[in-house]
């Protein structure tokens, strides 16, 4: 296990038969060597068991440095916050008939951390039926606006001014929204993707493949790129789709870097990715109590114009 998940942090996901090796938790290979350097313990297999806790600790550390985040960031100012937009992501893939019961839970989760208006801007990845009227009122402000472009859903209370759905396939999907000045801040725009899940595909050219389309149809430059990539973070294969954006995490995560599976998250295949006219001041991972994924919640201020 050690020297699989080593082969997979060199190569990341590059070569396809191997980007396997790339999504092995740090924290499951930390915890298998572990077990493997105690169960040692009482051999006569001395060098061994050296070198398996030279492993984990190298395992731990890499842990530390790349998946969890005491605070990258330092705390916002008043002024900060002040001007300061929060945005959330989440990949519900809920079932319409069952769109109530989860919107609850998600109202119940906003208020839990933010009061009873929750973020600026909501980014749904396949929101099923949440848009719905009664359902909308669960967790959508008074002073936000619903859009939903393909099988992606925005509620925000930062006016949108532009809204393109790029293409939406079997496979794939992506979209694009252009937001208003607010608070202090300059427009901005987002680029919404959802990539398929298939572990067969390979990750390097699915995420090259879709950088030709988007350019072939002219799309303008985000600022912020979201959604579910279905790829893990730190691999070659987003370095390679979006070379001069930060990811999130690295740049101003707390806590631990995984969102899925919800329950006990293990990978990072939702993302969140910002350009250089974005500063990201906070970034959070939550557990809503429901769905599949967790969410993704920034707290971004935009700079200067693009």
């Known amino acids: 296990m050690s020297i699989a998940w080593a082969i997979g942090r060199v190569m990341t996901d590059r070569v396809a038969v191997i980007q ?30 050296r070198i398996l806790w030279m492993i984990a600790c190298l395992q731990g550390v ?15 100012t008043i002024a900060d916050r002040d001007s300061a937009i929060r945005i959330a992501h ?33 980014f749904v990845s396949e929101f099923g039926g949440l ?32 809204v393109i759905p790029l293409y939406d396939d079997s496979k794939s999907t992506a979209a694009f929204v252009r937001f208003a000045p607010w608070k202090g801040n300059v427009s901005w725009s987002a680029l919404l993707i959802d990539l398929p899940s298939n572990p067969a595909i390979s990750r390097f050219k699915m995420l090259g493949d879709l950088r030709l389309r988007l350019d072939a149809l002219a799309t303008p430059a985000p600022d912020i790129i ?12 987003i370095q390679k789709f979006a070379p001069k954006m930060q990811d999130a995490f690295a740049e101003a995560g707390i806590g631990y870097g995984a969102t899925y599976p919800r329950i006990f998250p293990l990978l990072h295949i939702d993302q969140m990715l910002f350009g250089p006219c974005i500063t990201v001041k906070e970034y959070k991972i939550i557990d809503t109590g429901s769905g599949a994924h967790r969410m993704q ?10």
Request: proline residues 5%.
């Open 226 to 237: 979201l959604g579910d990539f279905n790829t893990v973070r730190g691999g070659a294969a």
């Open 131 to 162: 848009l719905g009227t009664e359902i909308l009122e669960e967790y959508c402000p008074k002073n936000a606006t619903a859009v939903s472009i393909g099988r992606f859903a925005v509620v925000s209370r930062v006016p949108i001014t532009e």
């Open 297 to 306: 919640i920034a707290t971004i201020q935009s700079k200067k114009d693009s």
């Open 20 to 49: 396997s090796l790339h999504w092995i938790p740090t924290i499951i290979a930390l915890a298998i060597t572990v077990v493997c350097a105690s169960i040692l313990s009482g051999s006569s297999w001395r060098r061994c068991r």
């Open 90 to 122: 989440i990949n519900v893939n809920w079932p319409g008939e069952r769109a109530k019961v989860s919107a609850r839970k998600l109202s119940d989760s906003f208020r839990r951390l933010y009061g009873e208006n929750g973020p600026d801007v909501f």
């Open 62 to 76: 890499i842990f530390l440095v790349q998946d969890y985040a005491i605070a990258r960031t330092t705390p916002m």
